[in-house]
């Protein structure tokens, strides 16, 4: 996971502002356009270690984003660009994250997850039946193919999705992470079956919930240290969508640019909240750049305004660090309130990719013990005011000036995707951010 991240992150950074912002939405002046489906979930992934070791079951903290409108999507572990398509057929740039399952005590050293790019082909044969057509390579080029028919229906607020996947393996890639690269199995083919299952509780809450079972081919099967003959894998979490039985056609919330510079600080993040601030002795700085995509104007019929927001960050260099980049993927929420001006209070969630790992990180990280990790989980809380209400200035009214923490971390070593790590860096930042 040293290159493609990198790069995917990047161009999907440039597919989701291109898209919110495209003709339709800048025909409509007084509304934004609202996305078509969109969504943010956290849960608990739970998979069977395919080899012989000591301890069968490996556990996984995630954060799923979801997001359909226009060509682009997003859907938890999957992302695409629907660069052709026709009445019932499309042809996507794609990429999908792979799990890597062996036990957590040998993952922060063994990384083996990966995000594989390729493209994919999607038949739709009606409303409820479709089938993909996927070729994929990871980071070095081994590659696999995947045939899935998908079938989708709905029962009241439960939704389903079953699905079939035939996965081709060259022999590169099953030698690699079925061999190990010490035995060769040699190219195959093995057969998933799955289904995804949503319940609708109420409103924008969803509880989710995925099982799949993977059945290996005979010669992946016959590997000396592979001990079991199917693998199965569960996930279980909830989420906020999209309301299923209130369709929403526009918004009032409105695209928006923020721009900030921060410092950075060796407090943690539970220091910083309690104002126990102190300086980075050598005054590491990053500046950057977010754009806002509307998603929803409330949440649980609450003013909470919903964007996702891909960011660019540039560490600058400094007498420990070079420059370098950060490409960030989150859902921000916004609520506003009236003392005695307009003020909002914000969180975000996301996931962040360090091209380098920044100075501060590196320390915190190694300190515990850890070898860092180029993905994380993101985090940003900020607090803002507008200046158009405070000075009474009409052009300043989609003007706001802001204080935000810029947190990156594994979450206490609870997931591979993030290295199987504990500690992270902080930054604090004060930004502008105007909407249009």
Known sequence: MNKHPCRSLMVLLILVTHNAYGEEQL????????????????????????FDADKSVVNDVLPLFFYDNGRLFIDGLEAGYRLFQGKNWQLSPFARYRFFDIPKEFQNDIREDGL?????FTYHFSNWFHTDFEVLSDQNGRIHANLTPSFEFERGDWDFRPYVRFRWKSAEFNNRYYGLEREDPGSAIDVLLSTDIRYHVYRNLYLMGQVSLRMLDSDTRDVSFVKRSTQGEAFLGFGFFNDKKRHVDTLDAKPYVRLAHGWGTTS??????????????????MTSIFFGVPLADELFTIPIATYLTPGLVLHHSSEVQESSAEYVLAVKFYYTFKWPTHWRLGFAEGISYAHKIPYLEEQDVEAKGYRPSQLLNFLDFSLDLSLGQLFRVKWMEALWLGYSIHHRSGIYSKSSAFGRISGGSNYNSIYLQYHW
């Open 268 to 285: 943690n993040l539970g220091e910083i909240m309690t104002g126990n601030t102190e300086s980075d002795p050598y005054n590491n700085q």
């Open 27 to 50: 025909a409509e002046k007084k509304k934004t356009k609202a996305p078509e489906k969109w969504g943010i979930a956290m849960g608990i992934r739970s998979a069977r270690i395919p």
């Open 116 to 120: 594989d790019l390729g493209g994919q």
